[in-house]
């Protein structure tokens, strides 16, 4: 009777821990599993109802291995909250997520992006939704290429299958590395 509005949803980005088949990711003692993994079972072009399961299975797989697994020798790290945004720059972000990074991506767009989020930084102070945002940004215009759900305007064609890594070493210009699938 009426049409049902149609957008690109936070997950479409297909990011996540990079986890083997039993949920461990790089970092000794972490596990991931569904939405938040990578597993790489569901390629490049992962739809939404997937994660479902991989969080069935994968999570009673890594549940499995964690439980299995040694009492770390490493101290817990401290515990981080990040600040919020305040409603209006969070509205400001999101529009300039929605205009710049979603289904059709450029390099124009993507570095107006940047500078959008450097500028509600040195208004409001780093917060989450804005670390989130500068690691697509980076990554969108680390891979220019279209891949999965990430379509580049500036570079409709495919490369060979690889996976991008983002590292929070140096967060204002976050590292970028590739490695084949």
Same mark, same amino acid.
């Given at each position: 009777?009426?049409?049902?509005?149609?957008?690109?949803?936070?997950?479409?980005?297909?990011?996540g821990?990079a986890?083997?088949?039993?949920?461990?990711?790089s970092? *000794? $003692?972490?596990? /991931? #599993?569904? +939405?938040?993994?990578?597993?790489?079972?569901?390629? %490049?072009?992962?739809? =939404? @109802?997937?994660?479902?399961?991989?969080?069935?299975?994968?999570g009673?797989? *890594? $549940?499995?291995? /964690? #439980?299995? +697994?040694?009492?770390?020798?490493?101290?817990?790290? %401290?515990?981080?909250? =990040? @600040?919020?945004?305040?409603?209006?720059?969070?509205?400001?972000?999101?529009? *300039?997520?929605?205009?710049? #990074?979603?289904?059709?991506r450029?390099?124009?767009?993507?570095s107006?992006?940047?500078?959008?989020?450097?500028?509600?930084?040195?208004?409001c102070?780093?917060?989450?939704?804005?670390?989130t945002a500068?690691?697509?940004?980076?990554?969108?215009?680390a891979?220019?290429?279209?891949?999965?759900?990430?379509?580049?305007?500036?570079?409709?064609?495919?490369?060979?299958?690889?996976?991008?890594?983002?590292?929070?070493?140096?967060?204002?210009a976050?590292?970028?590395?590739?490695?084949?699938?």
């Amino acid at each position: 009777r009426q049409p049902i509005p149609v957008a690109p949803a936070g997950h479409y980005h297909m990011g996540g821990s990079a986890a083997d088949a039993d949920g461990r990711t790089s970092l *000794a $003692g972490l596990y /991931a #599993a569904g +939405e938040c993994a990578a597993t790489g079972v569901h390629g %490049a072009n992962r739809l =939404a @109802s997937n994660s479902l399961l991989e969080a069935a299975v994968f999570g009673a797989r *890594a $549940g499995r291995a /964690a #439980a299995a +697994e040694p009492e770390p020798a490493v101290r817990p790290l %401290a515990r981080v909250i =990040a @600040s919020d945004l305040p409603d209006a720059a969070l509205q400001t972000l999101r529009s *300039a997520m929605s205009r710049d #990074a979603g289904v059709v991506r450029d390099e124009p767009g993507l570095s107006r992006l940047q500078d959008v989020i450097d500028g509600l930084e040195a208004t409001c102070g780093r917060s989450a939704p804005l670390v989130t945002a500068r690691l697509i940004v980076a990554s969108a215009l680390a891979r220019v290429e279209s891949r999965g759900g990430h379509f580049r305007a500036d570079h409709p064609e495919a490369a060979a299958p690889r996976r991008t890594f983002i590292t929070l070493a140096e967060l204002d210009a976050p590292a970028v590395r590739y490695a084949a699938e």
